[in-house]
């Protein structure tokens, strides 16, 4: 899967720029997924059957180190604006979330939980450049008039303005139509189908004259999890030899495939994570994984059937479509201790054990900034320009770079100034050489902070820290401190983060630790104490 078998591959690069110069625009679609663990498809050395992105996969290019922000809302505020999301005024989450009320009601603007004036959209920057823009599925950046997809460039919009709804059977009024909520549901609606059906039509309804951004964010597999029936049985009994053994099968998997560094080590099944013997309820638990399973399997079907729209009408070959996830698994959810037969309530949340394996190799979870937290999936596919079958392992990206690659393929320009409002600089780069299957090692910094988890990534080295939001709170757990220790990482030797070098290299932690005081003073980042004792968590 290194390149195409008949080109050498700097022939290869060689013809793909030449055919992207004399290419028109293309069409631009992103699918996101919600929650997926890094090692959940097959390309990335999953069990699930997902036949679409596995092909997707060796049609394009897959990074093996492509970040996120850790959760769904920052997520989203910096893929669309190519900003860090405290920059885009959702360095937390929305204002309804608990935690978030110290900083709405001190009026911290990087807190707001929506996006704010001062950035763009990518359906706002490609307009100028005469692109249509849809959007179905999860918005999670600002409910209220004014905040809106159609109050942030795009032409039409169909799906929830919130974090989730069931994926059967939601309140009609938590879905929009445009502007204005449904009274009813559509016909046999789940969800995954429904977004994917309004995705379809979108393209098919599209002015062809025009080409057009596509941004299909799914709700799966954010629990409360459910799949259709037929879909559970599919995979029921496949998780009976346990969290451990799937664990193993997927890293031999990854190391097979390349996605791991020869010598990377499985890091160690989480502490609060008993050994499969242990498991009092197998049969239970074999249920919660294959709902999960389920629900990845169907999205990936629902793919194929976008997949197949987009081949239908022609447009296939000027198409570039990318694939991520907006965080790792999610470990969320109380132990359950009940017995068959099973409700909906029983396995609405798959549990720390089974996100510990999505995760594979890596440690920890959605909302920390280890790399099970904030490693996707990136698979990208763009016909005659990205190298069939080429894996990234080099060089590494961030959601904050499609706002740069999109306006580069588009002929788009970033503005310095947008309605009257001056724009910060866009802190992403450009990934299009490396969708050209180059890769240069390019010693880049990044920096992450949710919640009082923090990191930075410069080059092969990374500072991190876990930060325990109250104590007593099951959300988290109860692990680490409240402010956790820095750990230093060499991520070219140790990727899953089991070696920490943190007391071997106090120069170079304290060296790190002030790029990280910078980083923070200059995007607004509020010390997560402040905010918390703001809003009543932790005495004053």
């Not at 450049?129 to 039409?156: C, I, M, N």
């Amino acid at each position: 899967m290194a390149g195409p078998p008949t080109l050498t591959r700097r022939h290869w690069l060689a013809t793909a720029a030449g055919a992207l110069a004399r290419r028109k625009r293309p069409n631009i679609i992103l699918i996101v997924a919600d929650d997926l663990g890094f090692s959940d498809l097959g390309s990335y050395g999953g069990e699930i059957e997902t036949p679409n992105l596995d092909r997707l996969a060796s049609q394009g290019v897959r990074f093996t180190q492509f970040y996120n922000c850790a959760r769904c809302c920052p997520t989203r505020a910096s893929l669309l604006t190519g900003l860090y999301p405290h920059q885009a005024g959702i360095g937390y989450m929305e204002p309804t979330h608990k935690y978030a009320r110290g900083a709405i009601e001190r009026k911290i603007p990087q807190y707001q939980g929506f996006l704010n004036r001062d950035c763009v959209t990518l359906a706002e920057a490609l307009k100028p450049a005469g692109y249509q823009s849809f959007r179905s599925g999860k918005w999670h950046v600002g409910r209220e008039p004014g905040q809106t997809p159609l109050d942030r460039g795009f032409d039409r919009f169909f799906g929830i303005l919130g974090g989730m709804v069931a994926y059967f059977d939601p309140p009609p009024e938590q879905l929009y139509e445009g502007r204005e909520p449904l009274r009813r549901l559509p016909p046999n609606f789940y969800s995954t189908d429904t977004f994917t059906d309004k995705a379809i039509q979108f393209m098919e309804e599209a002015d062809p004259a025009r080409p057009y951004f596509l941004y299909l964010a799914y709700t799966s597999p954010h629990f409360n999890l459910d799949a259709w029936p037929e879909d559970i049985r599919k995979y029921r009994g496949k998780y009976m030899v346990g969290w451990d053994e799937t664990r193993r099968r997927r890293f031999e998997r990854q190391l097979k495939l390349g996605l791991v560094a020869p010598g990377t080590k499985l890091s160690e099944r989480h502490p609060r994570s008993p050994a499969w013997e242990n498991e009092p309820d197998k049969d239970l638990m074999d249920l919660k994984m294959a709902v999960y399973a389920a629900a990845v399997d169907r999205m990936d079907r629902n793919i194929g059937r976008l997949l197949e729209a987009l081949r239908r009408s022609r447009a296939e070959d000027n198409t570039l479509v990318i694939f991520i996830s907006d965080n790792g698994g999610e470990m969320l959810g109380r132990r359950l201790n009940s017995k068959p037969p099973y409700s909906k309530k029983d396995h609405a949340m798959y549990l720390l054990p089974w996100a510990n394996v999505s995760n594979t190799p890596f440690r920890l979870f959605k909302q920390m900034m280890h790399e099970g937290g904030i490693s996707s999936p990136f698979i990208a596919r763009w016909p005659g320009v990205t190298p069939p079958g080429s894996l990234l392992r080099r060089d590494f990206g961030h959601v904050m770079d499609l706002m740069p690659t999109f306006l580069e393929i588009a002929g788009a320009t970033y503005p310095s100034r947008y309605n009257g409002r001056r724009i910060p600089p866009v802190e992403g780069m450009s990934l299009l050489a490396m969708l050209h299957g180059r890769e240069g090692g390019k010693r880049r910094t990044l920096f992450w902070e949710h919640g009082g988890n923090r990191a930075l990534r410069d080059g092969r080295w990374k500072l991190v820290s876990f930060y325990n939001e109250v104590e007593e709170d099951p959300v988290t757990f109860g692990l680490g401190a409240r402010t956790g220790a820095w750990e230093l990482y060499d991520m070219e030797k140790d990727r899953s983060e089991c070696s920490d070098l943190a007391r071997a290299n106090p120069e170079r932690v304290r060296a790190m630790e002030r790029q990280y005081e910078q980083w923070a003073r200059r995007c607004g980042v509020v010390p997560w104490e402040e905010i918390l004792r703001a809003g009543g968590w932790l005495p004053g």
